[in-house]
Structure formats: C-alpha cells, structure tokens
C-alpha cells in the first residue's frame, strides 16, 4: 500500500506518523510546497515578540528526522499541482527544479491547510509593511522588518486569537498597537459582554480599539503610509499586521469534485473520509462538527488537526479511531489576562433554539490570602435538560484548568447538578473550598430548580418596556453610595426579614449585592417568606456596572 499525504505541517506528519506506527508494509510519501514541516504555527506570535527565543525553535523536526524515525519520506518544496482520482495519480511539481512528475497512491490525504485571508483594499496591492502571520517564512520578515526599521507603530487588523496575540506581542516591543476590527467587539466568537472584558484591558495596556470599523483605503505606493477608515479614522503605521481569519485551501479537492460542507471546508465522515472513498481529508482544509448540535463546525485549531491526522493515520492502515466533533475550546492571552471559552455562547444557544438559563460567577481562582484572583465565569444551561451548553472564563490565573475541567463535563453531557458533584484538587495555593466550577454548578443548578437568575441585559430591557419590579441592595450603605442598579432601594440583608413586610409578595423582585453570594441570600429569604418571583442579579452590581458601561461606550 502506498499512502501519500499533501500537507505537512500539523495534520500531514500526524497522518504519516500514526500511519507508520500501525504498519511497517506501506510506503509513505509527504509532499510539502513550503522550506519547513511540522512547526507551530501558534507559536508564531510568540516568536515574533520575543518570547521564544529562536524561529528554530518552532522547527524542531526536518525531513532527515522524519525519515529516520518513521521511515517516511517528506519532500519539501514539492507542490502537488493535479489530482487524477480515477487513475489514483497525482502531478508534482519540483519548485527547485522546476520538473514535474506523476506519482501513484493507493490512498491519498489532504492536508493542505488554510490561507490567510487577505482582506480589501489590500487584495489590490502589495505593500512592503504589510504582513500575514502563518508561515515560518512570514515569521521572518515580520522579525527582520522590526529590526532593520524601527518600527514604532503598527496597526493590526482583525481582533481574532492572532490579532490579539500579535498585538499583546508588539506592545511588549514597545511599538504602539491600533487594533481595527470589523465586529463591533474583539473575539467576535465570544459574547459581547466577556469580549468587552478584553477590550478594557487591552485599552488599559495602550492599544487603541476601532472596532465596527475597517480600511476603507490606504494611502502610498511602496510602503502603506496610512489607512482610512470606514468610520473616518486616519490610521499612520510603520507596519500593518493582517490578522483576517483563514480560507481551506480546497482547490484540489474542488477540482476533483469532492464534496465541500456547509462551512465551504472539506466535508468528511467521522473516518475522515471524503466523498471519494480513496481520499482522505484532515486539519485546516476540513469542517468539523458540534459535539452539542451535530452541526458543521469550521474551528481551525492546532489541536483539531493534530488529532484529526491520528485519526486518519490509523483508519487508513486498518485501525477503528472515529472522529467524534469538537466544542470550540479555545484559549488565548492578552498580557496578563486569560480568556477560555467553550461550548455555545449564549447568542449561539439562541441561534440553535435553547432556552438558557445564564450565571455569571466571579470567584478568585485561590484563596485570597494566598493572592487569589477574581475570574468571571459565564455560563449556561439548557433549560429543558438541565445540559451544561457552554462557558466562557476571564481572569488572570487558572483559566485554562477551568475551562477545560467545564469541556470535559460539557461533552460527556453533564448537567449543572454534576459540575457540583466532580472531586476536584483542593489546596489553598491552587483553588478555594468551592473551586469555582463547583460553585457554577451550585449557581446554574439552583437557577434551574428553585433560584432564578436575571442577567444584566434582562433586567434593563425589563425596566425599559415598564415593567413592575422591586430591586434590593443588600450591600452596606457606603457601597450603594457608591453605585447602585436604577431604580434599586437599599435594604441590607441584616434589615431584610423585619422590611420586607414593606413590599408587595406578587411583586417580581430582584435582589444583588456587588457579586451574587449575598443576593442569592436575600433571594432565599423572600422565597422562604412567600414572595411569588424573586430573582438573583447574576453577577451582582459589578457585573452590571460593566455591562451598563459596555452598552454606553458602543451605544447599542
């Protein structure tokens, strides 16, 4: 059996290094058009900042050791430029050499990975301080260009994992960051509220946020001098980071007439299999599936295409590996903020028809006498089945164990109750005696059965339409003093029992204090007093604070 694999950079080696662990009988071949193989491609940023020491380091693997470990030939700097699935053939070209060649497969693989996108106007020119972040080789001129030009200020485009990666990178050169995103928020896949999170602190750190907004033109010839924006900002910059998303590389496949999924990705089954029975398509170039919808998902991860090239590797050398979806867990750093999320978000959960119960915790990650710090977990629950559907975590320490604790359980389909119920490791030093996915558990699961939240957004578009409704302060008076909800009435929790004979029981009340611990206090005493509605401001008046201030500084 001869195997080959067009790709060969995350998915393409994993395909040929499981493959070859399965069987010692099949000749393996890996045509790569690209110098490099195997690199990190998220470690890009990184590289450029300075934060790993060397471009080489990204390289740890070339073609001598492929062949000598796995007994698998990498050609490097080999374009396949045809595909000829009836007669199992596929065209070669030489890009040092400039031959071409036809060589013969049994089964073939696409990894052929996905192409920065390159966004108007600069489709219409190439300009010498414009830059893509994908390759080894654009690594290197990005790095060169800093050094060789004193670049003080640089505008990036797009506010993505990259967009955000590259400019927490250059701000720590030292180089001024305008940050120009078309959605009106950064990470466009996280919900406005968490994303607004990152923009304070992105803003705190000096980059200047443009969001809603794009290039409309540039101005210069050789170099882009400045961009004009949509909005009529006049952008100046030394460089200009594209940070846009990707596009699969399908043409291959295309011309061929494999089939391409909703998400105009490769569609294969869970075996990788595409709908030519000999080819076989995994990483970048292939849309993937929900774990929670079972809805085409495109998530162009790292870690997805790594695990997808296992996955055909062992199908096609005989094994029963399946692939079975993803949650789009994601994880990214903003200087010294951790963003993680997975799952739907809450305007996903809507899109798809759930009808979701919503907490927002704040907890600190430890103890506070060890130097914990506050994290916001939101997240949310089916209502009907109770089903953890997704969550999304800010803060600066312990993010990443959260969040992958929360995808763990979300796909073995675990309900709220069960969050509370995981034997999760304790130690002041690295958690509190509730961790805070036990307390999501206690908060979502009471919410479900006698405890009901009310978000923020509900709450104002609530008081907007006139709605009758009683809001308690169970803060101290200084802290009310401070900031209140509108339209809020102090009454402490201590003074709760013997006032609350002054409101009305059929009244819809809300209770908060500044983060929840204490409204849900308050909410369990007027429900154990008769009150017929009493909801828990989700996230206290801090998180509503920061929502207010979100809706002001965007004007929704």
Not at 159 to 185: C, D, R, Y
Not at 229 to 245: R, W
Not at 313 to 339: A, K
Not at 526 to 551: D, P, T
Request: hydrophobic residues 40%; aromatic residues 6%.
């Amino acid at each position: 059996m001869k195997i080959i694999v067009i790709g060969s950079v995350a998915a393409g080696t994993s395909v040929a290094a499981k493959a070859r662990r399965n069987t010692e009988e099949a000749e393996i071949v890996v045509y790569e058009q690209g110098k490099e193989i195997s690199y990190s491609v998220c470690g890009i940023p990184y590289a450029i900042g300075g934060e790993v020491s060397s471009i080489e380091e990204l390289t740890p693997r070339d073609t001598q050791w492929f062949k000598s470990r796995y007994n698998v030939d990498v050609k490097t700097e080999h374009s396949v430029v045809r595909i000829d699935k009836d007669n199992q053939t596929v065209q070669v070209r030489n890009l040092k050499t400039g031959e071409a060649f036809l060589d013969r497969y049994d089964t073939l693989v696409l990894a052929t990975g996905a192409s920065p996108i390159t966004p108007h106007p600069f489709d219409k020119s190439t300009y010498s301080n414009v830059f893509q972040v994908r390759t080894i080789e654009n690594t290197r001129h990005i790095k060169d260009y800093i050094q060789m030009n004193q670049v003080k200020s640089a505008v990036v485009i797009g506010a993505g994992f990259i967009g955000l990666e590259m400019t927490e990178q250059l701000t720590n050169l030292g180089i001024n960051v305008s940050l120009v995103e078309l959605a009106n928020q950064v990470m466009p896949s996280m919900d406005a509220d968490m994303a607004f999170r990152v923009e304070e602190h992105l803003a705190e750190h000096g980059a200047a946020l443009y969001l809603g907004d794009t290039v409309a033109s540039i101005q210069g010839e050789q170099r882009a001098e400045q961009l004009l924006t949509t909005k009529g900002h006049t952008l100046g910059a030394d460089m200009v980071i594209l940070a846009t998303g990707v596009r699969p590389n399908t043409a291959l496949a295309e011309e061929i007439g494999i089939e391409l999924g909703k998400t105009k990705a490769i569609k294969v089954n869970t075996r990788m299999q595409t709908s030519v029975p000999t080819i076989y398509a995994v990483g970048d170039v292939v849309e993937s599936f929900s774990l929670i919808t079972g809805q085409p998902l495109y998530r162009p991860l790292g870690s997805t295409a790594n695990k997808m090239g296992r996955i055909a590797g062992d199908v096609i050398t005989g094994g029963t590996l399946e692939h079975r979806g993803i949650l789009g867990t994601g994880i990214y750093r903003v200087f010294d903020l951790q963003i993680g999320q997975t799952g739907l978000t809450e305007k996903e959960a809507s899109h798809y028809g759930y009808e979701v119960e919503v907490l927002y915790n704040i907890k600190p990650d430890h103890a506070d006498y060890l130097g914990g710090k506050e994290m916001t977990i939101k997240a949310l629950a089916d209502k009907a089945s109770k089903r953890v559907l997704g969550a999304q975590i800010v803060g600066q320490n312990g993010v990443d164990k959260r969040i992958d604790v929360l995808a763990t359980a979300i796909s073995f389909k675990a309900k709220a109750e069960d969050l509370f119920h995981l034997d999760l490791a304790y130690a002041p030093p690295f958690a509190t005696t509730k961790d805070p996915v036990l307390y999501t558990g206690m908060g979502l699961d009471n919410a479900l059965n006698s405890n009901p939240l009310m978000s923020p957004e509900a709450l104002i578009k609530r008081q907007g339409k006139g709605d009758s409704l009683y809001i308690i302060d169970t803060r101290s008076k200084n802290d009310y003093e401070k900031s209140h909800v509108k339209g809020a009435v102090h009454i402490p929790l201590a003074d709760l029992r013997k006032r609350a004979n002054e409101l009305d029981k059929t009244i819809p009340t809300v209770t908060y204090c500044n983060k929840g611990v204490t409204g849900n206090a308050a909410q369990n005493i007027l429900l154990n007093l008769g009150f017929e509605a009493v909801f828990n401001l989700s996230g206290g008046n801090k998180n509503y604070q920061l929502y207010q201030q979100m809706l002001h500084s965007k004007k929704y």
